[in-house]
């Protein structure tokens, strides 16, 4: 006897990417609103970045969007915090977060 899986449909897999995409720009617009002057336009630039990301039913592209949820949080926290090592923490964030943003483009073919 075998097992009946149900793959999810395109729409369902399209409605949870849309969710991703917006969970993230919602946490990268509190880090935009914590940062100092000289983060400030890296924070508004990865925000845009994920801000306008094109929902899709991509696996690759949906783990992209977990590691970039991840990393928003950890800027966030470096954020929080008023000291010069999280000032620079959040520089190396930002870099990593540029890269699972590439890493996502890859995969919606952008």
């Known amino acids: 006897?075998?097992?009946c899986f149900s793959k999810p449909n395109k729409k369902q897999l399209l409605k949870e990417s849309r969710e991703r995409v917006e969970n993230n720009a919602r946490i990268l617009c509190v880090c935009a609103e914590l940062a100092t002057d000289e983060l400030r336009d890296k924070v508004?630039?990865?925000?845009?970045?994920?801000?306008?990301?094109?929902?899709?039913?991509?696996?690759?592209a949906a783990q992209a969007?977990?590691?970039?949820?991840?990393?928003?949080?950890?800027?966030?926290?470096?954020l929080?915090?008023?000291?010069?090592?999280?000032?620079?923490q959040a520089e190396d964030i930002i870099k990593d977060i540029n890269t699972a943003i590439a890493e996502r483009n890859s995969f919606v073919g952008r």
């Open 1 to 3: 006897m075998g097992f």
């Open 44 to 60: 508004d630039r990865v925000y845009d970045g994920v801000r306008f990301m094109t929902p899709t039913a991509s696996a690759g």
């Open 65 to 78: 969007d977990k590691k970039i949820n991840a990393l928003a949080g950890d800027l966030k926290i470096a």
């Open 80 to 88: 929080s915090k008023s000291k010069e090592r999280a000032l620079h």
